[in-house]
């Protein structure tokens, strides 16, 4: 990446990954790619609003992050919170499904691969208001010690939303994910 790509402030081209950097922008925490909304591209024209299933690869690859338990969320810009938490894990993506923190009142599933991290596929669903706009789905990290893994793997075992994850939307970042998070785009039409 060039010194002038990390510093870019528009949304990214489409077919290009989002990179969440780490600290001050040295390494990443993670990437994501291949967004589809509806099953379709990552920009999407639709008739009212409602529920919209959003899917992407995820790369989580941040050994600067240590031992801690991180999240990616994602939400409509402009909201006070996150809609829903898609990938729980530590330093590296891939790996299978585990449980963490077994036993206390923060376990949850979780990846924990021990080797390289790998390109995982996750997907949620994202409501936009009736309100005929252009909404950008967006995307951050979180280190709330709980998440949900929505692998497919993750989807098959029952697990509940974390409220304390979606919370993370407007941490160190007041009017939350700016445009270089986002990660696909919901325009409802008149």
């Known amino acids: 990446m060039s010194h002038s790509d990390a ?3 528009t949304a990214p081209a489409p077919g290009a990954e989002m ?3 780490y600290g001050g ?3 990443f925490r993670f ?3 291949n967004v589809m909304i509806d099953g379709g591209a990552d920009v999407v024209h ?3 609003g409602g529920s919209h299933e959003v899917s992407f690869d995820v790369l989580h690859d941040c050994s600067a992050c240590g031992n801690a338990v991180n999240q990616v969320i994602v939400g409509l810009a402009g909201q006070d919170r996150a809609q829903a938490s898609v990938w729980n894990g530590k330093q590296r993506s891939g790996g299978g499904v585990k449980v963490v923190n077994p036993g ?3 376990q949850a599933l979780a990846e ?3 080797g390289p991290a790998e390109w995982v596929n996750v997907s949620c669903d994202i409501v936009v208001p009736d309100e005929p706009g252009v909404y ?3 995307a951050r990290y979180a280190q709330a010690y709980q998440g949900r893994l929505m692998t497919a793997e993750g989807r098959a075992v029952p697990q509940p939303e974390y409220e304390e994850v979606l919370g993370w939307w407007k941490v160190d970042r007041p009017d939350g994910p700016g445009p270089e998070s986002t990660i696909g785009t919901i325009v409802v039409e008149a």
Do not use: L, M, Y
């Open 112 to 114: 924990d691969n021990p």
């Open 25 to 27: 922008g040295a390494g």
């Open 46 to 48: 639709v008739r009212g």
């Open 31 to 33: 990437k994501i790619r």
């Open 19 to 21: 990179v969440e950097a």
């Open 104 to 106: 206390t009142r923060v």
């Open 136 to 138: 950008s789905v967006r």
């Open 7 to 9: 510093h870019r402030s």
